[in-house]
């Protein structure tokens, strides 16, 4: 079938047209070769049709994918996944703070800190070598919305309030020295112009590029519990709210699974699956 002039629909609604180089690359990203690869390309292209959404496209070429490797299907789910830690964004500042502490931070969540002017609750305070990082978490549980320029602006006024604080108080044994925004989506033009210029570290899914959040979860293997294709709702559920939220958390549990009273059978599954992700 002849695919350039498809047009699909995006989740913000935007119309473009299918881009076979789009679909290939995504589905790549995940560690599957040309053999695994080409045949979902051409069932894909096969049932496309005029007005498809993003969504329908990813749900047809997880499947399939789904069908081949299972491990890779859980990398190709990671973006859905990061959504699936909603809707309080609770989670998803856990999922960040455990990142920071697989790379040797020490961290804090939802902490009360004093200001110059007025107290403020800190998503994730970070320390590490005597310095300190402040790091304000912007979740969205519905895809196609972007973080704007108020979010840093916000953060900044906020860091700036701390800070004056922070390192004025001789009983604080760290310098406060950075300020971050992280989000699951992406900035706006302007939001990175500001946050960039006022000297904000900013993460989003792509952002910085190459090392955006996504890049970084590949690169160290720090998949969300939420990613596993094996592990029910209810199941994942229970594991985020006893702060499991890393899937590498599971390797050699015994404790976890055997409390859902997952069988013997499947339980072997689930810990291949997290060692082909997360090793």
Known sequence: METKNIEIIKYSGEKVKFSVDKLR??????????????????????????????????????????????????????????YEL????????????????????????????????VTHEIDVISHKNNKTTIIECKFHSEQGLKCNVKIPLYIN????????????NDKNETSLTKGWVVTNTRFTADALKYGNCCGLYLLSWDYPKNDGLKDIIDRLGLYPITVSTLLNNREKQFLLSR?????????????????????????????KEISQLCQ
């Not at 047809?60 to 859905?80: C, E, I, M, V, W």
């Not at 609770?90 to 020490?106: A, D, H, Q, W």
């Open 25 to 82: 690359t995504s589905l790549k990203s995940t560690g599957a070769d040309d053999a695994i690869v080409n045949p979902i390309i051409d069932k894909v292209c096969d049932e496309l049709y005029h007005g498809i959404s993003t969504k329908e496209i990813y749900n047809r070429a997880f499947a399939l994918l789904k069908k081949n490797k299972r491990h890779l299907a859980s990398k190709y789910k990671l973006k859905k996944a990061i």
């Open 86 to 117: 909603g809707p309080t964004g609770f989670p998803f500042e856990r999922f960040v703070s455990s990142i920071l502490e697989y790379s040797g931070y020490k961290t804090e969540v939802g902490k009360i800190v004093q200001g110059e002017c």
């Open 157 to 168: 006024s906020r860091y700036k309030d701390v800070r004056a604080h922070w390192n004025g």
């Open 243 to 271: 702060d499991v939220v890393l899937f590498r958390q599971l390797i050699g549990d015994t404790f976890y699974l055997d409390h859902l009273g997952v069988s013997e059978i499947r339980k072997e599954k689930i810990l």
